[in-house]
């Protein structure tokens, strides 16, 4: 990427030790672990773990913004040679931080993911080992994703497989959940951020027409197959929880996408592909948002409060 480090002075409070904060926080991408924690409320939501079991709700919370915070660790350490001479600014290759610090700071942020996810487990009377598998499953796609995979045809597969599997830790908020409304739920978060990653693969130069089309489709389908959702829930759950509203939000949704993506299609430039990214990371908190709307009723619109800290750190941190 061909971004710019945000200029925007932080507060008062924290200036003194911005300098020493700025290239950790920078490392983790602090404002997307906020669309990390969408997804754990989108689960949890789904599944009806809440409001009952806050205990195994707020341990995944924690579990699920550790591994995203140490997946961008890694993200960055693996990427040292092709951020050292398109993207200079960034802590490692600028030496802000070393590479053994990082790679110290993201093992242990991984393993902390896996530890609250076994602490979780232990809420549970059925299978509860399940989070701490389904983190393990999380980092071996990470590794999959920073070592192998991210620069070749696979890559944004592998990302989305990333994101799937933390829809289905949140999930395991619940003690029990059925029926393959779950999966088809991890599913359209996954192939969204499919689509993502693929349009964000060469946001640093000149994009090329066509990646961006396939990209911005391939996010299309992810609404498209998200809109039966709530009916297939509510059959498979005998439990009518669908919201009216649904389909016209994801609609809309899907317009206010479209925007950003159209113009970064027709003028591929790193700007406005960069620009388009970043609405679209941030509107997986809006897409989580509807779904659960979908599922859950009016208390999944709650998952858009996220936005608020997301766009506000976003001023000081980048974000892609």
């Known amino acids: 990427m061909s971004e710019s480090a945000p200029t925007t002075t932080p507060?008062?409070?924290?200036?003194?030790?911005?300098?020493?904060?700025q290239p950790w926080l920078q490392l983790v991408r602090l404002p997307n672990v906020f669309t990390a924690f969408a997804d754990i409320c989108l689960g949890a939501l789904a599944a009806g773990a809440l409001p009952a079991r806050w205990a195994p709700f707020l341990l995944l919370l924690l579990a699920s913004g550790c591994l995203y915070a140490g997946g961008m660790v890694w993200n960055d350490f693996f990427d040292y040679a092709q951020d050292y001479k398109e993207r200079p600014f960034r802590p490692l290759p600028a030496g802000k931080v070393s590479r053994s610090a990082a790679a110290l700071f993201g093992a242990a942020l991984l393993l902390l993911g896996i530890v609250f996810a076994g602490l979780a487990g232990w809420q549970r009377s059925y299978s509860p080992a399940l989070p701490a598998v389904v983190a393990l499953v999380i980092v071996g796609c990470i590794f999959l994703y920073d070592f192998a995979l991210k620069h070749t045809a696979l890559g944004p597969l592998g990302m989305g497989a990333c994101r799937y599997w933390n829809v289905v830790l949140g999930l395991c908020a619940a003690d029990q959940w059925g029926g393959m409304w779950g999966w088809h739920l991890a599913w359209i978060v996954g192939i969204y951020i499919t689509g993502v990653t693929w349009f964000a693969r060469t946001e640093a130069r000149q994009s090329k027409q066509a990646s961006l089309t396939g990209a911005a489709f391939t996010m299309l389908a992810a609404l498209v197959i998200a809109l039966p959702l709530p009916a297939?829930?509510?059959?498979?759950?005998?439990q009518p929880r669908g919201w009216l509203l649904f389909p016209y939000l994801l609609v809309a949704f899907g317009f206010a996408l479209g925007l950003p993506l159209y113009h970064a299609i027709r003028e591929p430039s790193p700007e406005k592909v960069q620009r388009a990214v970043k609405r679209c990371i941030m509107g997986l908190v809006v897409l989580d948002a509807i779904l659960a709307l979908g599922l859950a009723g009016p208390p999944g619109l709650l998952i858009l409060l996220l936005?608020?800290?997301?766009l506000y750190l976003g001023k000081w941190i980048y974000s892609t």
């Open 307 to 310: 936005l608020v800290p997301a």
């Open 11 to 21: 507060p008062a409070v924290v200036s003194s030790l911005w300098p020493r904060l």
């Open 232 to 238: 297939w829930f509510d059959a498979d759950d005998a």
